[in-house]
């Protein structure tokens, strides 16, 4: 059973690894021995959380919105592993709210460019590395985070952003069907309320209510998703591909 969940010594890029979500990731990974690289577009704010989290995570600084640092980040990365990457985990991503008639087309280009195609490219940059990192018994792992208002109607105006992560989950399963042949695995996590600066306002708005609203009463720890993250990318979850995951105390219920 100990082998079961074991990822120590697999090497892992986390997008958007320095606060939220990702930052859940990257830490539980490196708790479970793995090697991390993480990415925000602060670069200030990723070494510090680098140099927190120990010798075992690097930081590297990058605006995923574009093609060109989606590149320039891949090749980066890819010195850093030595061509050999077993753990991707796209979680970088931005948000937007705006009443319908105001919601203009700058909203949509700053969340989809990020949120989506950030996801693509970045995937598609570090596509031979992946392949070097992966083998039938155990792939190499592809997460992307998606979200429950991707599932369900949120009910804040996020239209953009919703959009976005509804797209996210279907590319996940694009992604696997076309890279299962190389034994890489892509799945998707689909997080209810967590703890982090894109929630933040909403939950100290709304938290009681949001919490009300979750048949488990609670909002999400961040040893909910370094648990489902470390799942997915270890043995225990090595056949598993085009799997969209709610992470999300029953809200969809």
Same mark, same amino acid.
């Given at each position: 059973?100990?082998?079961?969940?074991?990822?120590?010594?697999?090497?892992?890029?986390?997008?958007?690894?320095?606060?939220?979500?990702?930052?859940?990731?990257?830490?539980?990974?490196?708790?479970?021995?793995?090697?991390?690289?993480?990415?925000?577009?602060?670069?200030?704010?990723?070494?510090?959380?680098?140099?927190?989290?120990?010798?075992?995570?690097?930081?590297?600084?990058?605006?995923?919105?574009?093609?060109?640092? @989606?590149?320039?980040?891949?090749?980066?990365?890819?010195?850093? @592993?030595?061509?050999?990457?077993?753990?991707?985990?796209?979680?970088?991503?931005?948000?937007?709210?705006?009443?319908?008639?105001?919601?203009?087309?700058?909203?949509?280009?700053?969340?989809?460019?990020?949120?989506?195609?950030?996801?693509?490219?970045?995937?598609?940059?570090?596509?031979?590395?992946?392949?070097?990192?992966?083998?039938?018994?155990?792939?190499?792992?592809?997460?992307?985070?998606?979200?429950?208002?991707?599932?369900?109607?949120?009910?804040?105006?996020?239209?953009?952003?919703?959009?976005?992560?509804?797209?996210?989950?279907?590319?996940?399963?694009?992604?696997?069907?076309?890279?299962?042949?190389?034994?890489?695995?892509?799945?998707?996590?689909?997080?209810?309320?967590?703890?982090?600066?894109?929630?933040?306002?909403?939950?100290?708005?709304?938290?009681?209510?949001?919490?009300?609203?979750?048949?488990?009463?609670?909002?999400?720890?961040?040893?909910?998703?370094?648990?489902?993250?470390?799942?997915?990318?270890?043995?225990?979850?090595?056949?598993?591909?085009?799997?969209?995951?709610?992470?999300?105390?029953?809200?969809?219920?």
């Amino acid at each position: 059973m100990s082998n079961l969940f074991d990822i120590s010594g697999k090497t892992a890029l986390v997008t958007g690894g320095s606060r939220g979500i990702g930052l859940m990731i990257a830490s539980g990974f490196i708790e479970a021995g793995a090697k991390v690289a993480i990415s925000s577009r602060k670069a200030d704010v990723c070494d510090a959380v680098a140099a927190e989290l120990g010798p075992n995570c690097v930081s590297f600084p990058a605006d995923l919105s574009t093609e060109a640092e @989606c590149l320039r980040l891949a090749r980066e990365v890819g010195k850093w @592993c030595d061509g050999s990457l077993n753990i991707l985990v796209n979680n970088a991503g931005a948000t937007w709210g705006a009443p319908f008639d105001d919601f203009d087309d700058a909203a949509w280009d700053k969340v989809l460019d990020i949120n989506v195609k950030g996801v693509f490219q970045l995937t598609r940059f570090l596509h031979a590395e992946l392949i070097a990192g992966a083998s039938a018994p155990d792939p190499a792992r592809v997460i992307n985070i998606g979200s429950v208002d991707g599932i369900h109607v949120p009910t804040l105006e996020t239209y953009s952003y919703s959009a976005s992560k509804a797209a996210v989950h279907q590319l996940t399963r694009v992604l696997a069907k076309r890279l299962a042949s190389e034994h890489i695995t892509v799945n998707a996590i689909a997080p209810g309320p967590f703890e982090s600066k894109m929630m933040a306002a909403t939950l100290e708005n709304f938290g009681d209510s949001i919490k009300a609203s979750v048949p488990l009463h609670r909002i999400g720890e961040p040893s909910d998703m370094a648990g489902t993250a470390i799942f997915l990318s270890s043995k225990a979850g090595a056949y598993i591909t085009g799997a969209v995951i709610p992470v999300d105390g029953g809200l969809l219920l």
